[in-house]
């Protein structure tokens, strides 16, 4: 278990130094990739025309592990606030939404919607 209590919060009431996270049509901006273990808020804005979500999934080399946090459904325009404790590990934020182009599933984290980072001690 990697999460001690990962839950949405007010975006008021994040932490000095949260990670900021930017939401586009089909890309993800972080503010650091590089973060140290223990609790850590993240601070999602969707600037892109759809919605999207926000992911928190172990990474072990090329395979994907847990989802260890989650925040569903945020509207375009929308600020969205999620806070977990992470352990020194690899992590992948990444958006889950599959969309529909002409008909055809179009995963947006295939589309971009995917970045790692580096949990450190
Ligand atoms: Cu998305």
């Known amino acids: 278990m990697v999460v001690a209590d990962p839950r949405e919060i007010p975006v008021a009431a994040i932490a000095p130094g949260a ?10 901006q972080v503010g650091s990739r590089r973060l140290e273990a223990g609790r ?3 601070l999602v804005t969707n600037n ?3 919605a999207h979500e926000l992911a928190i999934v172990e990474r072990d080399g090329e395979r994907y592990g847990e989802i260890v946090a989650e925040v569903e459904h945020i509207e375009p325009g ?5 806070r977990v404790t992470l ?3 690899t992590y992948s934020l ?14 947006h984290m ?12």
């Not at 929308?78 to 999620?82: H, I």
């Open 19 to 28: 990670v900021a996270v930017g939401q586009y049509d089909y890309a993800l």
């Open 40 to 42: 850590l808020d993240f």
């Open 48 to 50: 892109g025309a759809e």
């Open 78 to 82: 929308d600020q969205r606030a999620v």
């Open 87 to 89: 352990r020194p590990g």
């Open 94 to 107: 990444v958006c889950l939404v599959i969309g529909l182009d002409a008909d055809v599933p179009r995963a």
């Open 110 to 121: 295939a589309l971009g919607m995917e970045s790692l980072i580096e949990v450190s001690r």
